[in-house]
């Protein structure tokens, strides 16, 4: 079965560094989605992307945070300036038609992030 | 912001008993609802669906139970086994995205 893949598994870095978080999503889904889970919390939505643009965005992803599809195949999540909280797991999802077509997410597995 | 609330954070069940999971919302105007599960160290993986037009849907030992005018969903987990001790989220979808509950950690005692 496809999955979402995501890579780094673990990215450990210095306060007021940047960091690039890389998913594979499935091949055939249009939608992609970041999400960040802090230890023990809930599941936080930071942005969706449909057709090389942001369809919606939180709160959370502030002027920080951007995304990009360098490719045919690769969606990043890029953190220019890392803070102490940023610390989480960061996880990537997909699904094939968004909202309009009630399709699940399909999620990759996650990059535990830590800020030091 | 609550708008998908999970309220008991955990529950324990003896094995080949039912689980039963609640989450209620707020937004009558969410019409898709899912369940997943999470394991430690993984992401959530999908496990049932329901949209409102249904009160239903059911698939293999999960049926996922919805009440609108209560604004309430369930989950039941028939019979139970010790692999599904996990952390179940429900979620909804809005606009453009998908908004999940806190979670309730299952635990299936053999």
């Known amino acids: 079965e496809p999955e979402v893949t995501q890579t780094p598994s673990h990215q450990v870095t210095q306060m007021g560094q940047e960091v690039i978080l890389r998913c594979v999503p499935i091949s055939n889904h249009l939608y992609f989605y970041w999400y960040r889970q802090i230890l023990g919390q809930k599941v936080e939505f930071l942005v969706s992307?449909?057709?090389?643009?942001?369809?919606?965005k939180s709160e959370i992803f502030d002027d920080q945070f951007s995304v990009e599809r360098p490719d045919g195949s690769n969606f990043t999540l890029k953190i220019r300036s890392t803070k102490l909280e940023d610390s989480a797991m960061y996880f990537c999802a997909s699904n094939i038609g968004g909202q309009a077509y009630n399709s699940p997410l399909h999620f990759g597995n996650g990059t535990r992030l830590t800020v030091t | 912001d609550q708008q998908v609330k999970q309220n008991s954070p955990s529950l324990s069940v003896q094995e080949g008993r039912i689980s039963i999971l609640n989450c209620d919302y707020t937004?009558?105007?969410?019409?898709?609802f899912l369940w997943y599960k999470k394991y430690p160290a993984e992401g959530p993986t999908f496990l049932i669906s329901i949209s409102s037009i249904k009160d239903k849907n059911e698939d293999g030992r999960f049926t996922v139970f919805l009440n609108k005018s209560a604004k309430h969903l369930s989950l039941h987990i028939v019979p139970s086994q010790p692999g599904d001790s996990a952390v179940y989220f429900c979620?909804?979808?809005?606009?453009?995205?998908?908004?999940f509950g806190t979670g309730t950690r299952l635990k299936v005692l053999a």
């Open positions: 937004n009558s105007m969410f019409d898709y």
């Open positions: 979620a909804t979808s809005g606009t453009y995205k998908y908004i």
């Open positions: 992307f449909y057709n090389n643009e942001i369809s919606e």
